[in-house]
């Protein structure tokens, strides 16, 4: 890679010393840094972005009222303040108090009460990803049957909860960004973010004292 080119004239004379000069040869740094290029572009991961996907609610009016819910299958969760949530199912129209519960946004708070009640959509989801490793399956492909299978098409039976998601005025903004990572960890196809009532206030005001 390198030489050391010396002048032949003057063999044998004393006098001034001999003048060397060298060179060196980069040629074989192109191949190298080529190699370096290919072998970074083959083993680098590309990241993904991290976003969350929402559906926003249509301007227009609809024609037709929204079908009713079980209220077996109901779940209201309200965002308090100092990062409180309180969760209780069915609703208040079935004539029947429900039991409300305080908890926080940690894996054993609301998230294993989410899990717990989505347990057969997540036993399926998980079932999903074996299949994902083991059958090779692209990631367009395993997309669209998640979406199956939190929708109520794909589970069949219809034990996925429906969260009616609350925020009160003294929740913060990050409390509304945990529930709905909440909402995405736990696979729960069906919430809706919805005014807080008066009523749901008192139920919450009578379950601290």
């Not at 009016?61 to 949530?85: C, E, H, Q």
């Not at 109520?152 to 509304?176: C, D, H, W």
């Amino acid at each position: 890679m390198s030489e050391i080119n010396t002048d032949s004239k003057g063999k044998g004379k004393k006098g001034k010393p001999k003048k060397m000069s060298t060179r060196v040869d980069l040629t074989p740094m192109v191949d190298l840094g080529f190699l370096l290029i290919t072998f970074f572009l083959l083993a680098t991961t590309m990241i993904k972005p991290q976003t969350m996907e929402l559906v926003m609610p249509s301007k227009d009016k609809p024609t037709n009222p929204p079908p009713k819910a079980r209220a077996s299958r109901a779940v209201t969760i309200v965002l308090g303040k100092d990062n409180k949530v309180f969760y209780w199912a069915a609703e208040q129209d079935e004539k029947i108090t429900p039991k409300v519960i305080e908890t926080n946004y940690s894996s054993t708070g609301i998230r294993k009460y989410l899990l717990d009640r989505n347990k057969t959509v997540m036993d399926k989801v998980r079932q999903l990803e074996k299949d994902r490793i083991t059958k090779h399956m692209p990631d367009s492909v395993f997309d669209k049957e998640k979406i199956k299978l939190q929708s109520e098409e794909g589970v069949k039976v219809k034990l996925s909860p429906i969260i009616l998601i609350k925020p009160s005025e003294k929740a913060s903004y990050k409390n509304m960004v945990d529930i709905l990572d909440e909402m995405a960890i736990c696979n729960i196809g069906t919430y809706a973010i919805v005014d807080i009532t008066p009523q749901d206030t008192v139920l919450i005001k009578n379950a601290k004292k």
